[in-house]
T-cell receptor, first 114, second 115 residues
Framework: NAGVTQTPKFQVLKTGQSMTLQCAQDMNHEYMSWYRQDPGMGLRLIHY???????DQGEVPNGYNVSRSTTEDFPLRLLSAAPSQTSVYFC?????????????FGPGTRLTVT | AQSVTQLDSQVPVFEEAPVELRCNYS??????LFWYVQYPNQGLQLLLK??????LVKGINGFEAEFNKSQTSFHLRKPSVHISDTAEYFC?????????????FGKGTLLTVNP
């Protein structure tokens, strides 16, 4: 299993540009989520999904969109990038059955908005 | 809603010394508790978790944590650290039961092990 994969690893955007951060998992996990990590702030939940076709907002959803058309993929879209979105983005997935609730994290995407 | 407080943002220690990273949580319902580790330029990986049962939980790499319900704490310990333990450590909480999968993370503790 590849686990959770994220592309790209690094990205530089200009203010106002849009882009999609890709996330895929091959573990048949129902739950997927996106976090952003900023220094001294820990990880903050942006959006999450409990299954294909079902998404919901997390703690910091503004400026981001998500969709979940398949179990495997959960892309994060930045509609109009702003310098405040400079961050490291992590995708995670979890298999809820058997009550493990362990979240598996991807390697991250480091985004800089200038 | 739940919250997590990691009481130390940085903990420097010498190699082979014991270490304790402190975590307190707040929740109006029962919770599951987790410690994750993040090595430089990597994603997070699970160290250990408390779901139920014994309050002393053992994890990977010689770490353990103790759940204390009365003090709402879940401190992480290791009796003798190595240079390779240098990393950032995150405590996280999740409401137990139901279909709420969301984790709430603390702000992290940077453990630096010096020779």
């Amino acid at each position: 299993n590849a686990g959770v994969t994220q592309t790209p690893k690094f990205q530089v955007l200009k203010t106002g540009q849009s882009m999609t951060l890709q996330c895929a998992q091959d573990m048949n996990h129902e739950y997927m989520s996106w976090y952003r990590q900023d220094p001294g702030m820990g990880l903050r939940l942006i959006h999450y999904s409990v299954g294909a076709g079902i998404t919901d907002q997390g703690e910091v959803p503004n400026g981001y969109n998500v969709s979940r058309s398949t179990t495997e993929d959960f892309p994060l879209r930045l509609l109009s990038a702003a310098p405040s979105q400079t961050s490291v983005y992590f995708c995670a997935s979890s298999y809820s059955r058997k009550f493990s609730y362990e979240q598996y994290f991807g390697p991250g995407t480091r985004l800089t908005v200038t | 809603a739940q919250s997590v407080t990691q009481l130390d943002s940085q903990v420097p220690v010498f190699e082979e010394a014991p270490v304790e990273l402190r975590c307190n949580y707040s929740s109006s319902v029962s919770v599951y508790l987790f410690w994750y580790v993040q090595y430089p330029n990597q994603g997070l990986q699970l160290l250990l978790k408390y779901l139920s049962g014994s309050t002393l939980v053992k994890g990977i790499n010689g770490f353990e944590a103790e759940f204390n319900k009365s003090q709402t704490s879940f401190h992480l310990r290791k009796p003798s650290v190595h240079i390779s333990d240098t990393a950032e450590y995150f405590c996280a909480v999740k409401e137990s039961g139901g279909s709420n999968y969301k984790l709430t993370f603390g702000k992290g503790t940077l453990l630096t092990v010096n020779p």
